[in-house]
Each structure stands twice: as C-alpha cells, then as structure tokens.
C-alpha cells in the first residue's frame, strides 16, 4: 500500500498534562513526529490543572492554531473549550488514556482519539498476578496521580478483588 502523505504544514498546539510528569516523554514524541513532516508545533504545560488547559485550549483557538493535541489532558473538564475549538473549526485530538465516551463527552467534540491502552495492562498485570500465584495473590499496589495510569490501577484492583483468594494488603 502507498502510505499517506501528510498534509501541508500546520501549526498545531500541544497541550500536555504537565511536564513535570511522563506527559512530557508523551510530548517530546508528539513534536518530534510533527517535525518529521514538517509541522510547526508550541508546547503548553497544564500544569495539572484544567482551569491552564481549558484557557490553552481557547488561547490556541484565537492565536490560530490549525490543529490542538491533547496529552494525556482528558477532556471531561474541558467541555466548553472543546465547544470553543470545534466551533472555530480547530481540531483537537485527545491523546489520553480516557476516550472522550468514557468520559461522557460528546465524541463529536473531537476530531480524533489515540487512547492509551492502560485498563488492558491492568488487566493483564493482575491475570498474571493471579496465575503467578495459583488464585493466592497478597498484593502491594504502589499508586500514582497520572490520570492514565489510574486507569490501569483500577482495572488491576477491580480483577483482584474478584479474585476469591487473593489480598491486597495496601
């Protein structure tokens, strides 16, 4: 098959989840790749914070940005920004760990999801646990705050503990 050609040059704005966390491994690849093709790129930080995403989001809408990504961000406490870009036609791609239907937000608010499949390696994580121990699994879970990987920590905690014999200890 002939691969596709990317479109001409776009500006696009990268709004990660904030950069003192993985979301800025996520980025460093997002600009690289834009750069291969030869689109410009802009970082923003949120910091964590979705009053900061919600106003990079319609900062990047106004400063004319052709396209926005999402990074790890979510979407559930953007609504309005979303709104905001697809009524400006602006695309915004959501590169989270939560779809933007899982999150009960109208898919039509974006243009495309890369969801990050955490719940699998959940999922995965505790079938091994499981097996590993024969059904008599005492589990540790070390959490975290990155919204993706409470994902994956919730699925890995909801198989556990349907799992008749094993403990999660803490």
């Known amino acids: 098959t002939t691969p596709t050609k990317p479109q001409k040059v776009k500006n696009i704005v990268v709004i990660s989840c904030s950069?003192?966390?993985?979301?800025?491994?996520?980025?460093?690849g997002v600009v690289a790749a834009a750069n291969v093709i030869g689109w410009h790129t802009s970082v923003v930080d949120g910091k964590g914070d979705p009053n900061v995403i919600n106003a990079a989001i319609r900062n990047?809408?106004?400063?004319?940005?052709?396209?926005?990504?999402l990074a790890s961000t979510g979407v559930a406490a953007e609504v309005s920004s979303l709104q905001f870009a697809k009524a400006h036609h602006v695309p915004v791609v959501n590169n989270g760990a939560i779809t933007a239907k899982q999150s009960g937000v109208s898919e039509s608010l974006v243009a495309g999801e890369?969801?990050?499949?955490?719940?699998?390696?959940?999922?995965?994580?505790?079938?091994?646990?499981?097996?590993?121990?024969?059904?008599?699994?005492g589990i540790v879970i070390f959490r975290?705050?990155?919204a993706g990987l409470q994902t994956r920590d919730a699925e890995t905690v909801a198989r556990l503990k349907a799992c008749t014999g094993c403990k999660i200890l803490f």
């Open 19 to 28: 950069q003192a966390t993985a979301c800025a491994r996520e980025v460093s």
């Open 60 to 69: 990047a809408v106004v400063s004319g940005a052709t396209g926005i990504i």
């Open 114 to 137: 890369n969801p990050d499949p955490n719940y699998l390696r959940g999922k995965v994580s505790a079938d091994w646990m499981i097996w590993n121990s024969n059904g008599k699994a």
């Open 144 to 146: 975290t705050t990155d």
